[in-house]
């Protein structure tokens, strides 16, 4: 494996071409008293983009993320960008962290501290982590597949080589959403390399159910409540799995409409109560998401997964993997909130189920020490 260190540094070109694009953002009209109720609001998207072409700091955010040691790495000839920061105990466990959708390795950026030196947290720094958090092919810094096909299974094979390229025969996986179905097919293919796994998104990948399956009442209302958020909020997931280039060439050309179509998600995912996105997560952390799309146009690869998948031998009626297996629910989503039993029918060797009692989809950012913290127990219970 080639691996080489890297910067993250985007020409001072790029940065005043994407603040022309902002001043010239065409706004849409919207009808009087929408809120939220038709799609992300005009007065939120107005004040984001203010904020973006304003006041927003890129190179404050390439400081923080440069803070920490970064590399590509080129595995069967695609670049992989991951951040690499080695724990501080005298035996740490190393850890792969792949990110969600539509997200980056810089949402997880705020659990490396508390996982590589939990000793400046209170926590034990015999239970300390290596941390590595790639940048899925396609996503971030990562190079981008140009061959139709390349699906979450193919993304989890490189990960392996990844882990076996820093010297890891075994690892442990923390993952939710995209990085989920990579780590839980990873986990079914390649048993023997996992230490344990651990997930904020348990059901993804789904079990096999074949039609005359006995379900309890639990996994019925789980079913029927997932059923109703598809038809509800998954108009997005039947576009890009159907004709994902079309999307792509407004996504790609205009910053506003990219931000749109990301800050939905994540306020739509999050669920705040209040109704304020912003009361979980800073404008920065928003835009510097969103920015790292914009600045390695990589939407339409990503978006691409939706399509791709397809193509992915999910689990089937013989599939059952054995790997230690550790859960930690979220509070606002209830279609990410299957019963244990319907887990159990993939995973049957669960060790840690708990609630987080706070957070949504993109937990990671909002509530980084409690995830961590939940990590680190899941471990601690399997070393």
Same mark, same amino acid.
């Not at 001072?12 to 953002?25: C, F, P």
């Not at 939990?118 to 190079?143: E, K, W």
């Given at each position: 494996?080639?691996?080489?260190?890297?910067?993250?540094?985007?020409?001072?070109?790029?940065?005043?071409?994407?603040?022309?694009?902002?001043?010239?953002?065409?706004?849409?009209?919207?009808?009087?008293?929408?809120?939220?109720?038709?799609?992300?609001?005009?007065?939120?998207?107005?004040?984001?983009?203010?904020?973006?072409?304003?006041?927003?700091?890129?190179?404050?955010?390439?400081?923080?993320?440069?803070?920490?040691?970064?590399?590509?790495?080129?595995?069967?000839?695609?670049?992989?960008?991951?951040?690499?920061?080695?724990?501080?105990?005298?035996?740490?466990?190393?850890?792969?962290?792949?990110?969600?959708?539509?997200?980056?390795?810089?949402?997880?950026?705020?659990?490396?501290?508390?996982?590589?030196?939990?000793?400046?947290?209170?926590?034990?720094?015999?239970?300390?982590?290596?941390?590595?958090?790639?940048?899925?092919?396609?996503?971030?810094?990562?190079?981008?597949?140009?061959?139709?096909?390349?699906?979450?299974?193919?993304? %989890?094979? @490189?990960?392996?080589?990844?882990?076996?390229?820093?010297? *890891?025969?075994?690892?442990? #996986?923390? /993952?939710?959403? &995209?990085?989920?179905?990579?780590?839980?097919?990873?986990?079914?293919?390649?048993?023997?390399?996992?230490?344990?796994?651990?997930?904020?998104?348990?059901?993804?990948?789904?079990?096999?159910?074949?039609?005359?399956?006995?379900?309890?009442?639990?996994?019925?209302?789980?079913?029927?409540?997932?059923?109703?958020?598809?038809?509800?909020?998954?108009?997005?997931?039947?576009?890009?799995?159907?004709?994902?280039?079309?999307?792509?060439?407004?996504?790609?050309?205009?910053? %506003?409409? @990219?931000?749109?179509?990301?800050?939905?998600?994540?306020? *739509?995912?999050?669920?705040? #109560?209040? /109704?304020?996105? &912003?009361?979980?997560?800073?404008?920065?952390?928003?835009?510097?998401?969103?920015?790292?799309?914009?600045?390695?146009?990589?939407?339409?690869?990503?978006?691409?997964?939706?399509?791709?998948?397809?193509?992915?031998?999910?689990?089937?009626?013989?599939?059952?993997?054995?790997?230690?297996?550790?859960?930690?629910?979220?509070?606002?989503?209830?279609?990410?909130?299957?019963?244990?039993?319907?887990?159990?029918?993939?995973?049957?060797?669960?060790?840690?189920?708990?609630?987080?009692?706070?957070?949504?989809?993109?937990?990671?950012?909002?509530?980084?020490?409690?995830?961590?913290?939940?990590?680190?127990?899941?471990?601690?219970?399997?070393?």
């Amino acid at each position: 494996m080639k691996m080489t260190p890297f910067t993250v540094h985007i020409h001072e070109d790029e940065i005043q071409e994407l603040k022309r694009r902002l001043h010239q953002t065409r706004w849409p009209d919207e009808i009087p008293g929408a809120n939220w109720d038709y799609g992300i609001p005009l007065s939120f998207m107005k004040d984001m983009i203010a904020y973006w072409k304003e006041e927003f700091d890129w190179r404050a955010v390439e400081r923080r993320i440069n803070s920490f040691s970064n590399y590509i790495a080129t595995i069967d000839g695609m670049d992989i960008h991951f951040i690499y920061a080695k724990g501080s105990g005298p035996n740490p466990i190393p850890i792969v962290i792949p990110h969600g959708w539509p997200s980056t390795f810089y949402e997880m950026i705020d659990l490396i501290p508390y996982l590589a030196h939990p000793d400046r947290y209170g926590g034990d720094a015999a239970l300390s982590f290596d941390v590595i958090l790639p940048s899925i092919p396609g996503h971030g810094f990562s190079g981008i597949p140009r061959e139709p096909g390349f699906e979450d299974r193919q993304a %989890a094979d @490189l990960l392996v080589k990844l882990m076996h390229g820093l010297g *890891y025969e075994r690892f442990g #996986a923390h /993952g939710y959403d &995209l990085g989920a179905s990579v780590l839980g097919l990873l986990c079914l293919d390649h048993p023997e390399r996992v230490i344990g796994y651990h997930t904020t998104s348990p059901g993804n990948p789904s079990p096999f159910l074949t039609k005359d399956a006995q379900l309890s009442e639990a996994e019925q209302v789980f079913l029927a409540c997932s059923a109703q958020w598809y038809r509800e909020e998954g108009g997005y997931a039947h576009i890009l799995g159907t004709k994902p280039q079309t999307s792509a060439y407004a996504l790609h050309d205009s910053p %506003a409409g @990219l931000a749109a179509f990301i800050l939905e998600k994540w306020h *739509y995912w999050t669920g705040p #109560a209040s /109704g304020d996105l &912003l009361r979980h997560f800073s404008k920065e952390d928003l835009l510097a998401n969103v920015s790292i799309y914009w600045f390695t146009k990589t939407i339409n690869a990503a978006n691409r997964y939706y399509y791709e998948g397809k193509h992915i031998q999910w689990p089937g009626p013989e599939d059952v993997c054995l790997v230690p297996h550790g859960v930690a629910l979220t509070a606002t989503q209830p279609h990410e909130r299957p019963p244990r039993e319907y887990v159990e029918r993939l995973f049957p060797n669960i060790r840690q189920w708990e609630e987080l009692h706070a957070g949504g989809h993109f937990v990671a950012l909002e509530e980084p020490e409690r995830v961590a913290g939940q990590i680190r127990s899941f471990f601690a219970g399997i070393r």
